[in-house]
């Protein structure tokens, strides 16, 4: 099974509302990233955030991250219809450096 | 800065043939790692190559093999194709590790096997 899974697997708002998805992990990590991939392309690095981090913030994105429950959020506020893609967590299991993806949240934004 | 490089994009292949695929990093990057996306199974690792060593390697096959370049270039080959290996095969090149700095992955080649 994955190492972390993110929720919802699909997400549809209108243009200038706020996206809300969420990761869940089952083992320590290392380290958090949060990916963005356009229908059928590569994956675009969003933000990386450590263990001993809790908040990070990039432009309109905002990523959480509670050890405590192996979760994370990645909030994209005013979402903008070039914000549709995919969103994946990656997370490395404790010690293994190998990254881990979940299965991605879809996300459509609607102008 | 150029971004990461495949090649080829497009990918047709038969049953029981072998296949290469290549990826340019980075300049500067170390390190390689390669993925292969499907539906059913998402995005999974293949293995990471770093200063021309295999440095970490996921739950494939054998027939699933790779190789890096002193220049960084890697190329990832399958041997004996069957139809479950068409996929869309990603390679990233990181500075210095798969997960301990972002990754730039290129767009990737779409394999398909009939």
């Known amino acids: 099974s994955q190492q972390g899974e993110e929720d919802p697997q699909a997400l549809s708002i209108q243009e200038g509302e706020n996206a809300t998805m969420n990761c869940s992990y089952k083992t320590s990590i290392n380290n958090l990233q949060w990916y963005r991939q356009n229908s059928g392309r590569g994956l675009v690095h969003l933000i990386l955030?450590?263990?001993?981090?809790r908040e990070k913030h990039s432009g309109r994105l905002r990523v959480t991250l509670d050890t405590s429950k192996k979760s994370s959020s990645l909030l994209i506020t005013a979402s903008r219809a070039a914000d549709t893609a995919s969103y994946f967590c990656a997370t490395d299991a404790g010690g293994s450096y190998i990254p881990t993806f979940g299965r991605g949240t879809s996300l459509i934004v609607h102008p | 800065k150029a971004g990461v490089t495949q090649t080829p994009r497009y990918l047709i292949k038969t049953r029981g043939q072998q296949v290469t695929l290549s990826c340019s990093p980075i300049?500067?990057?170390?390190?390689v790692s390669w993925y292969q996306q499907t539906p059913g199974q998402g995005l999974q690792f293949l293995f990471e190559?770093?200063?021309?060593?295999?440095?970490n390697k996921g739950n494939f096959p054998g027939r699933f093999s790779g190789r890096q370049f002193s220049n960084s270039r890697s190329e990832m080959n399958v041997s004996t194709l069957e139809l479950g290996d068409s996929a869309l095969y990603l390679c990233?090149?990181?500075?210095?590790?798969?997960?301990?700095?972002?990754?730039?992955f290129g767009p990737g080649t779409r394999l398909t096997v009939t």
């Open positions: 190559y770093f200063s021309e060593t295999q440095r």
């Open positions: 955030i450590r263990s001993n981090e």
């Open positions: 990233a090149s990181s500075s210095t590790g798969a997960s301990s700095y972002e990754q730039y």
């Open positions: 300049s500067g990057h170390r390190s």
